[in-house]
């Protein structure tokens, strides 16, 4: 996590990618806020949210050798949390 971006993370946005050997488990982990982030001068008395915002766009996704349970060409991994998640209507949840 790059301690520098505790007020905004920008989408990232990726096309024709090939996961490789790639399962559930190691497909995606997004952090939470390290609580060192909650300052009065930046974010007030909680963590700056950033991490909490990450959102990634994949297009023309390829899959080979071990898969996700899941191997869409067209997705995205959104947070969960009910501020970012939770405004995607087809959002499918993957527990850890």
């Not at 300052?39 to 766009?57: E, H, V």
Request: glycine residues 6%; proline residues 10%; hydrophobic residues 25%.
């Amino acid at each position: 996590m790059n301690p520098d971006s505790s007020d905004k993370i920008p989408p990232h946005f990726f096309d024709n990618c090939k996961f490789t050997d790639v399962d559930d488990l190691g497909f995606a982990f997004l952090e939470k806020p390290p609580s060192k982030w909650a300052n009065i001068k930046d974010c007030g008395n909680f963590p700056c949210t950033a991490p909490s915002n990450y959102i990634m766009g994949f297009t023309s996704t390829k899959y080979a050798g071990v898969t996700p349970s899941t191997t869409a060409k067209d997705f995205t991994v959104v947070p969960d949390d009910e501020t970012v998640g939770g405004t995607y209507p087809n959002c499918q949840h993957k527990r850890d």
